[in-house]
């Protein structure tokens, strides 16, 4: 059974920081891409990190660039995001994903995070 299970959202006042963590289980971690997404109030759901499965690649939104870093341990199937000078507008409902292209595709969510900025 596929879980995707984050944890480490909460409060924050603008300028602090938090660190998201997704736990991953029942499939080959390291064979997927993992990506955080988010959802803000009366938006949709927009990619904010995306790191490969042996890390060597990441990419970011131009909105956290510089103050967001996505990371991976594929030794406990685990993918963050680091969040530091938050801002308001980073308030939004926080998603991981993984995903595997190839002649079959699997994309897998989980049950999101809520991440709140403001003093």
């Known amino acids: 059974q596929v879980q995707l299970v984050e944890s480490g959202g909460g409060l924050v006042q603008p300028g602090g920081s938090l660190r998201l963590s997704c736990a991953a289980s029942?499939?080959?971690?390291?064979?997927?891409?993992m990506s955080w997404y988010r959802r803000a109030p009366g938006k949709g759901r927009d990619m904010v990190a995306i790191?490969?499965?042996?890390?060597?690649?990441?990419n970011y939104a131009d909105s956290v660039k510089g103050r967001f870093t996505i990371s991976r341990d594929n030794t406990k199937n685990t993918v963050y995001l680091q969040m530091n000078s938050l801002k308001p507008e980073d308030t939004a409902v926080y998603y991981c994903?993984?995903?595997?292209?190839?002649?079959?595709?699997?994309?897998?969510w989980g049950q999101g995070t809520q991440v709140t900025v403001s003093s």
């Open positions: 790191i490969s499965g042996d890390s060597g690649r990441t």
């Open positions: 029942g499939f080959t971690f390291s064979m997927y891409t």
């Open positions: 994903n993984a995903h595997r292209w190839g002649i079959n595709e699997y994309d897998y």
